[in-house]
């Protein structure tokens, strides 16, 4: 499967910005879908996750309350929602697919190219 992320850009401290990532080659609904972000000189680290039917999902403590997983399979397309963002939240944001649940960036087996979302303060 081949990963397309969007939607980033550069939102106040307060905004909302939805990232998108469109699947092609493969079903969507095959994989549990994951969210990542990574920072200069840091690990990727673990967002969100949601599972295949999307009735599960994760998040990061960081994000939790602020930020919602979801997925449309039959558009095979997965979404995160970003809503109160803050000027911590900037980073490369990347979707990832996994063959089975997890939230680490090594047991996701696909990744997309990344989008860049910066938060001014």
């Known amino acids: 499967v081949q990963l397309q992320a969007s939607g980033g850009g550069l939102v106040q401290a307060g905004g909302s910005l939805r990232l998108s990532c469109a699947a092609s080659?493969?079903?969507?609904?095959?994989?549990?879908m994951g969210w990542f972000r990574q920072t200069p000189g840091k690990e990727r680290e673990f967002v969100a996750a949601?599972?295949?039917?999307?009735?599960?999902?994760t998040y990061a403590d960081s994000v939790k309350g602020r930020f919602t997983i979801s997925r449309d399979n039959a558009k095979n397309t997965a979404y995160l929602q970003m809503n109160s963002l803050k000027p911590e939240d900037t980073a490369v944001y990347y979707c990832a697919a996994s063959f089975r649940a997890g939230g680490r960036y090594d047991e996701y087996n696909y990744w997309g190219q990344g989008t860049l979302v910066t938060v001014s303060s």
């Open positions: 949601i599972s295949w039917g999307g009735r599960g999902t």
């Open positions: 080659g493969d079903a969507l609904s095959s994989y549990y």
